[in-house]
């Protein structure tokens, strides 16, 4: 597996931007394609965005699509979660995740991170 720490989230007015950062560690980064995923109290972790392993292919939830963009760099081992135009809803601990298989699926995701808090508010 590939250890996984996030960044970068934060407090924020509605209208907002935040950028996360995913730093990897452990194995070959450019194995895996990453995946955003976030979660609030009381709901399942839901999909947010993902990237193919050299960057070429992404997928984005609808809610999302437009607003937020994920890029990645193989030779920092990084990959980052632009958020922009931010909504009281997009409230949640937002999580990284590497995965063998290009998907918006959780169970296609064996890495995570410890999550990074995003607030936004009103």
């Known amino acids: 597996q590939v250890q996984l720490v996030e960044s970068g989230g934060g407090l924020v007015q509605a209208g907002g931007s935040l950028r996360l950062s995913c730093a990897a560690s452990g194995r070959t980064f450019s194995n895996y394609a990453m995946g955003w995923f976030r979660q609030t109290p009381g709901k399942e972790r839901e999909f947010v965005a993902t990237?193919?392993?050299?960057?070429?292919?992404?997928i984005f939830a609808d809610s999302v699509k437009g607003r937020f963009t994920i890029s990645r760099d193989n030779t920092k081992n990084t990959v980052w979660l632009q958020m922009n135009s931010l909504k009281p809803e997009d409230t949640g601990g937002y999580y990284c995740?590497?995965?063998?298989?290009?998907?918006?699926?959780?169970?296609?995701?064996?890495?995570w991170g410890q999550g990074t808090q995003v607030t936004v508010s009103s």
């Open positions: 995740a590497a995965g063998s298989r290009f998907s918006r699926h959780k169970r296609d995701y064996d890495s």
């Open positions: 990237i193919s392993w050299i960057g070429n292919f992404t």
